[in-house]
């Protein structure tokens, strides 16, 4: 009988796990999903957005003809770039809350 709750309890514990990772893979956005909601957060204007999401779509690691990614020196050069156009994009209210964003995004919180 002992074996039988024990087997129920680790059953319904590793059910409940495998649940929530599920459901947190769902509420995970794709790329586009998170452009549009910074779009959205940050309340940009029409001719903001237009740029805003034409860098975000250059920003997108490209493969090199073997499949590889670029090398982590490469992604952090283009980041500071990409970082330096969208401060002109954005006005300066607007760029030090798309940095929060960055930070609590970087810190799990944007989910």
Not at 67 to 76: A, F, H, I, K, L
Not at 80 to 104: S, V
């Amino acid at each position: 009988m002992k074996k039988v709750i024990l087997s129920l309890t680790m059953f319904a514990f590793l059910a409940s796990g495998s649940v929530c990772m599920a459901q947190d893979r769902s509420q995970r956005m794709n790329p586009q999903q998170r452009v549009e909601q910074m779009v959205k957060d940050l309340g940009l204007n029409e001719e903001q957005t237009k740029e805003f999401k034409a860098l975000m779509e250059t920003m997108r690691p490209q493969r090199g003809q073997q499949g590889e990614r670029p090398s982590r020196e490469e992604m952090q050069k283009r980041r500071a770039e990409m970082e330096a156009k969208i401060k002109g994009i954005l006005t300066e209210e607007q760029f030090k809350k798309y940095q929060e964003m960055q930070k609590n995004r970087r810190r799990g919180g944007m989910r």
